[in-house]
T-cell receptor, first 112, second 117 residues
């Protein structure tokens, strides 16, 4: 099936540091999404990207849709304790109803 | 506004017992509905999706089944649970049809944690 390679798997950072994570695929995706999951809860959408090259911000979060359509990155600036959680990239190849393909997640841990 | 509800939030079941997880969506009509499973707090695996009442597509062969008896109700079931069915089950919905470049942005419920003993 479709695979998204998300890295890093885990990040241990100090509060205030910037964070960068990315997803790559061997296939082209038409849409890239980034979700965050807090412990014991469902993922919540952070940013949606619809065009190759698109750069979108949501507060301290910035995400880009790669030009090749095979990758995307998410940056978090000046991390704070509530940024802790698992971040998932997700992609969709076409406008069908068959859901999204998810990466395996990046577990962000912030040390005070 | 649209809301999605899942229950129960937590369930502990013996091996071989039946399962029923329920999901309902409010504030929208004819949504696409999805069941995902998340093992060990990591990746999300699509189990089933539905584009309408009685229409179920299965992504992976397994011990589970899904049904959509009403437009905004999606049920995940099993006749006999296995140990390997333990996990965090997430229901999600999206608007039907396509939007912008065709993205089906999913909105997730809070999840149901199943432990099979």
């Amino acid at each position: 099936g479709q695979q998204l390679n998300q890295s890093p798997q885990s990040m241990f950072i100090q509060e205030g540091e910037d964070v960068s994570m990315n997803c790559t695929s061997s296939s082209i995706f038409n849409t890239w999404l980034w979700y965050k999951q807090d412990p014991g809860e469902g993922p919540v959408l952070l940013i949606a990207l619809y065009k190759a090259g698109e750069l979108t911000s949501n507060g301290r979060l910035t995400a880009q849709f790669g030009i090749t359509r095979k990758d995307s990155f998410l940056n978090i600036s000046a991390s704070i304790p509530s940024d802790v959680g698992i971040y998932f990239c997700a992609g969709q190849k076409r406008g069908g109803a068959d859901g999204l393909t998810f990466g395996k997640g990046t577990h962000l841990i912030i040390q005070p | 506004s649209q809301t999605i509800h899942q229950w129960p939030a937590t369930l502990v079941q013996p091996v071989g017992s039946p399962l029923s997880l329920e999901c309902t969506v409010e504030g929208t009509s004819n949504p696409n509905l999805y069941w995902y499973r998340q093992a060990a707090g990591r990746g999300l695996q699509l189990l089933f999706y539905s584009v309408g009442i009685g229409q179920i597509s299965s992504e992976v062969p397994q011990n589970l089944s899904a049904s959509r008896p009403q437009d905004r109700q999606f049920i995940l079931s099993s006749k006999k649970l296995l140990l390997s069915d333990s996990g965090f089950y997430l229901c999600a919905w999206s608007i039907s049809g396509t939007s912008r470049s065709g993205a089906n942005v999913l909105t997730f419920g809070a999840g149901s944690r199943l432990t099979v003993l």
